[in-house]
């Protein structure tokens, strides 16, 4: 059986707090992992087992076990597929970054399904007896940074941590037109398209908050590059969020139907990590495709 493992030094701490508060607020752990840690007793203060209302302080030491029965999905049902090579941005014990090129889907949809990026991943990790966690999607013609789990101790931590806005995503686009004012926040609700199942819309059908900041980089040639961040998200934010303003993203072949770019230049670009249990924040910055330089 597969275990894993984590020894923390306990700090950040600045008024009295449990052992269960400390799990629960700092290490963001789920009620029910908490409870199976406490009930086979393999959360330990100093080598010892405490009750979860025992008091901690900084510089305590603290060793967490999960094992696999402690999850009810602990492995995905995915093939593995090499046929391309991953480019990986950063890897620990827990997780990966991966560039994600354009033009693949994140996860496959059907039973069988390969040639996703999770299926690589798969594949990759196959290689050290893993398996690949989908952590969050991006869009199939969007490339760049993205997040893959390398267990199931840490998915529902970086699930959270990116629900929460704590892993903080930036993104590149270039758009039609030179984008006035520079910089604005668009906060259009986006529900979908009753004319088109694959559409998102303003205000559409079951409309969901929805709220995107941009900067302009830079503009040429009546097109603008754009450095854009999400604080919510829905599907097809950022594509629906600029369209709705008139620059539609370059290439992007459901909202810019008549752009005569043959790929869509949206690249998730920059990610603010926080790894879990460490709580610790690493910033990876994702190469820009050749596509863009040869835009600029």
Request: charged fraction near 25%; aromatic fraction near 8%.
């Amino acid at each position: 059986m597969k275990k894993w493992e984590y020894k923390l030094n306990i700090s950040g701490i600045n008024a009295e707090t449990s052992l269960r508060e400390y799990l629960q607020k700092k290490l963001l752990i789920p009620k029910h992992l908490i409870f199976t840690l406490r009930t086979n007793e393999r959360v330990l203060v100093n080598n010892k087992y405490l009750p979860m209302n025992f008091p901690i302080k900084n510089g305590d030491k603290l060793h967490l076990s999960f094992i696999e029965s402690d999850f009810s999905l602990p492995v995905q049902n995915l093939i593995p597929d090499n046929s391309i090579k991953l480019e990986i941005l950063y890897e620990d014990d827990d997780l990966l970054v991966v560039n994600k090129p354009r033009g693949f889907k994140t996860h496959p949809n059907q039973p069988g399904e390969t040639n996703t990026l999770l299926n690589f991943c798969e594949a990759y990790l196959n290689q050290t007896n893993q398996h690949a966690f989908m952590i969050h999607r991006l869009d199939q013609f969007t490339s760049g940074a993205i997040i893959v789990g390398k267990n199931p101790a840490v998915v529902p931590i970086l699930v959270r941590l990116i629900k929460d806005k704590v892993i903080y995503r930036n993104y590149l686009a270039w758009t039609d037109g030179i984008i006035n004012p520079a910089s604005e926040t668009i906060e259009k609700a986006i529900g979908f398209d009753p004319e088109d199942k694959r559409k998102r819309k303003i205000d559409g059908g079951k409309p969901l908050p929805a709220k995107t900041d941009y900067m302009v980089q830079s503009t040429t040639n009546n097109h603008s590059l754009v450095e854009l961040s999400l604080h919510t998200g829905r599907t097809h934010q950022l594509r629906v969020h600029l369209a709705s303003i008139g620059h539609p993203i370059v290439g992007d072949p459901l909202y810019n139907p008549n752009s005569d770019n043959d790929e869509m230049l949206l690249h998730s670009w920059k990610l603010t990590l926080i790894r879990p249990y460490y709580m610790d924040q690493i910033e990876i910055k994702s190469p820009l495709p050749d596509s863009f330089k040869k835009f600029m």
